[in-house]
């Protein structure tokens, strides 16, 4: 018997069940229309051809329930079924309810490719909510382009898909809600720079989010006059490890005035750990990164010996939510959950939102069709709207619209980027994560 975590994110004992299985069962049950089963053979056609149901628009999500990026995938997981939810209780797309095919894609490229594959060619979804890792995304993506299948990311943020999809690697079947790292890149170099720093190192995990991170940050903070004194031997630690002795030691050599360390929370927490415990981080100011802006991580790291957090004061930034939509969206997430939304969740929204909105532009749940409207419905011309159920509705009666979203305006680029400000984030005195600005990166 395994234990799986459910979309809105409790533990409960699932007999007999893939990890994958038991999350579709979880997230199925949050919609109000249940799963139909594949059509015959379940595979596309060899040309590629996308899947679509008859019986209404299946919408897969692909995102980390479990591995390095959980502790933020799990509650941006629970945003898919009440966007799912949200849309049936006005009337679904197309005519139709809205079935949810939810992937655990266990923050690993391998089992987010056979998930994707999965959502593809057996449940033949119409679009994908997903992934969240960069490195998850970059092997999942051509198995979408391959069965025409949109992705939309809610938080895969390495400049390589701006790269790829300017090459037209993709055909339009790419996008994301959060903007690339780049611009994250140079928000943290900028932060840097009005903390007063001009000698900092890094640290990354080497993978297409770390290394194309590091690689944008350097250039921006040498263009802001700063010098990464680590910049011909970077510090890049295998995600497969179980110690960073070395590594941490590497990224705090030279007596840096602060560290860029650019991490996922499990693997990062042990690296902290291990920098701390070499006496390395006194005097350094630690600088994150989104992919551990979580609740969760200052206690992964740990506490000192009188019980202080080893990351108080920490900063780090994370792509901003300020759309039009978001005191709206901020009030149903609190009437569900209790409690406001966590970094990325509103991006997850937004990607969904987009989806179903195109698919119902499209008057199809054909992920080709899809594909080909979901610059329509997040771009001007049109009527602007917050509401999905609006949108929907303006749709359905021939209208054009333009999105604006919790997480911003959406407006996707012809390589499927957004632009965003970012939040600076700070971990409390007692372990929590707290909003204390932003900043907007010097492009």
Not at 161 to 172: P, Q, S, V
Not at 179 to 203: E, H, I, M, W
Request: one cysteine or more; charged letters at 15%.
């Amino acid at each position: 018997m395994k234990r799986v975590v459910d979309p809105v994110g409790s533990w409960f004992p699932i007999p007999f069940f893939s990890r994958g299985a038991a999350i579709a069962l979880a997230a199925g049950l949050l919609t109000t229309a249940c799963q139909n089963p594949p059509s015959e053979g379940g595979a596309s056609s060899p040309n590629g051809a996308s899947g679509s149901s008859s019986n209404g628009l299946k919408i897969g999500s692909l995102l980390p329930a479990t591995g390095d990026l959980s502790p933020i995938g799990q509650e941006m997981i629970q945003a898919v079924p009440l966007l799912v939810e949200t849309v049936n209780q006005c009337g679904g797309v197309n005519g139709q309810p809205v079935t949810l095919v939810a992937e655990d894609d266990q923050t690993d490229p391998r089992a987010g490719t056979q998930a994707m594959a999965k959502l593809a060619e057996v449940d033949r979804v119409g679009g994908v909510v997903g992934s969240f890792a960069s490195s998850v995304s970059s092997a999942a993506v051509d198995v979408a382009v391959r069965n025409k299948v949109p992705m939309v990311s809610p938080g895969s943020t390495s400049p390589v898909f701006t790269e790829r999809a300017a090459k037209g690697d993709f055909g339009g079947y790419w996008a994301r809600t959060a903007p690339p790292d780049d611009y994250q890149a140079a928000a943290l170099a900028q932060l840097a720079k009005d903390r007063g720093f001009t000698r900092v190192s890094t640290v990354v995990i080497n993978n297409d989010y770390g290394v194309g991170f590091e690689k944008q940050f350097v250039a921006a903070f040498k263009k802001l006059g700063g010098t990464v004194i680590n910049e011909s031997n970077p510090t890049r630690y295998d995600p497969n490890a179980t110690t960073f002795d070395t590594e941490a030691a590497a990224a705090f050599a030279n007596k840096p005035e602060a560290v860029a360390a650019v991490l996922y929370a499990e693997t990062g927490s042990l690296l902290l750990k291990s920098a701390y415990q070499q006496g390395l981080m006194d005097g350094v100011q630690v600088m994150l990164t989104d992919g551990v802006q979580s609740e969760e991580f200052p206690k992964q790291v740990g506490q000192t010996s009188d019980g202080k957090f080893i990351l108080q004061n920490a900063i780090g930034t994370v792509p901003g939510a300020s759309g039009a939509a978001l005191a709206d969206f901020t009030k149903l997430w609190q009437e569900k959950k209790g409690k406001a939304p966590g970094a990325y969740v509103p991006h997850t929204w937004d990607a969904t939102a987009l989806i179903a909105l195109a698919a119902q532009a499209a008057q199809s749940n054909d992920g080709e069709a899809i594909a080909a409207k979901l610059r329509d419905v997040a771009n001007a011309p049109g009527q602007e709207v917050t509401d999905v159920c609006e949108g929907l509705k303006l749709l359905a009666s021939g209208q054009d619209i333009n999105y604006q979203g919790a997480s911003g305006n959406v407006d996707l680029d012809a390589n499927g980027d957004v632009v965003g400000a970012y939040d600076v984030w700070t971990v409390q005195e007692n372990g929590g994560i707290g909003v204390v600005g932003k900043v907007n990166p010097a492009l």
